[in-house]
């Protein structure tokens, strides 16, 4: 049986990140997932991922993407590769929607450089776009995309590189907190270590049940067209990634092309159904489709054009949407990051140096309040 400093549970996303700044600060660190590296059977896959900085969801989690924006320079030039690209972002709808207000509120507090555009102007500069005249828009130059494969990856090879041993394919059946430490059961073997962190994405409502939290996982479908028209007016360097909120407060968002093959994506944000990752449906529906492509194709003409590809997705929510990042309440040797609610990728690498600060300092100088469980379930530490 080998001891570790540290073992991680869950090597996507945010296990990675954590997994490389552990093992960057001394620790010796074990890494463990029940897939092989990079897989599309979790929450970090499909080329793309928004980033923004003026944060309608509250604008606590700013100084949080200021520090996670610093990071992906520094993983992009120790890993050698692309990672974020940054092509603006719009925030549209009308000036009373959550998309706007809240990201104007954010702006402002934190003094966040950004531009608000009427419709018109917003036709203008966009022509993709095709806001009704009620609707407004800020536009904030520091935002763009993340590529979430690239991003795990990286941080695999650097977690690597920095001497963590990482076992894939080795799913984690069972873990305990001991009197002398934690212990983790997999198929194949059993460890010990000093702490545990734990990033189990939609496998939060199995490993972490204990947390006493209503985690709900929701299928998400990312969906791919070939604009009519072509890809030109998508292309990154003309245009941004957008989040809009129509009808009902329905938002959806999308991205500028950014492959050879000229295809730009798209998704509605949330609304999709309760599912586990045993019982996801992964196939993509025609009927899916057509509601997709006659909803946007109101609010952006060309860009429902031909069909290329669909894929599946989870999100992990808790009840208010807001993260789980904490030690955990009954068990002092473990922690826990969990519960993104959909909009957790633009967060991986602060992530990372979160958990890192909380397993070798015990604490950490980054605001982490808001995602405190004792929100959710009453029990304080
Ligand atoms: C369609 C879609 C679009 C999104 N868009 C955005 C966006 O634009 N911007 C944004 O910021 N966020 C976005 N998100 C959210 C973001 O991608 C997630 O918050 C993030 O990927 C979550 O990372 P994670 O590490 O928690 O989960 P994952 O990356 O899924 O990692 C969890 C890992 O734990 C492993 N694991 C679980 N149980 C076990 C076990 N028993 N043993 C071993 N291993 C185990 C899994 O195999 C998996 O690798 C989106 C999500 C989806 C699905």
Redesign the pocket.
């Known amino acids: 049986m080998s001891h570790y400093d540290v073992i991680v ?7 990675s990140a954590a997994a490389y700044r552990l093992a960057q600060r001394g620790q010796r660190v074990l890494g ?4 092989a590296p990079v ?1 599309n ?4 896959h ?1 080329g ?4 923004r900085q003026a944060y309608f969801e509250d604008p606590a989690y700013v100084p949080l993407l200021l520090r996670a924006h610093e990071l992906w320079a520094g993983i992009e030039r120790d890993s050698g590769r692309k990672i974020f690209t940054r092509c603006g972002g719009i925030m549209l709808g009308g000036p009373d929607s959550r998309t706007v207000s809240g990201s104007l509120a954010s702006a402002r507090e934190w003094d966040l450089p950004h531009e608000i555009l009427d419709a018109s102007e917003v036709r203008r500069r966009f022509p993709t776009m095709r806001p009704e005249d009620h609707e407004i828009a800020l536009y904030e130059e520091n935002a763009g995309f993340v590529v ?1 494969e690239g991003s ?1 990856a990286a941080h695999l090879q650097l977690a690597a590189r920095a001497g963590a041993d990482l076992h894939y394919e ?4 069972s873990w305990q907190q001991t009197s002398t430490g934690v212990r983790v059961g ?1 198929a194949q073997n059993f460890y010990t270590a000093e702490q545990l962190v734990i ?5 939060a409502p ?2 972490l049940t204990e947390l006493g939290i209503e985690f709900t996982v929701e299928r ?3 969906y791919w067209f070939a604009p009519s028209g072509g890809a030109g007016p998508f292309r990154a360097e003309r245009h941004p990634i957008y989040v809009w909120e129509g009808e009902h407060g329905r938002q959806f ?1 999308g991205f500028p092309s950014h492959d050879d093959a000229g295809s730009v994506k798209v ?1 509605f944000f949330r609304g999709g159904e309760t599912c586990t990752p045993e019982t996801i449906d992964r196939t993509v529906h025609a009927e899916e489709i057509g509601g997709i492509s006659e909803f946007v194709g109101r609010k952006m003409p060309s860009l429902p054009g031909g069909f290329l590809r669909a894929a599946t ?4 929510n808790t009840p208010d949407e807001h993260f789980v990042i904490s030690r955990h309440p009954t068990h002092d040797r473990v922690v826990v ?2 519960g ?8 991986v690498p602060v992530v990372g140096e979160v958990l890192a600060d909380l397993v070798v300092d015990g604490t950490t100088d980054h605001p982490i309040a808001l995602f405190d469980p004792a929100r959710l379930t009453g029990v304080a530490r």
């Open positions: 549970i869950g090597l996507g996303g945010m296990g463990l997932d029940q897939f897989h059977l979790g929450s970090s499909g793309s991922r928004v980033t979430p795990v080795e799913k984690v059946l997999t990033c189990p994405g939609a496998w199995r490993l998400q479908i990312q968002y998704a997705c989870m999100y992990t990051a969990c993104f609610s959909g909009h957790g990728f633009k967060f």
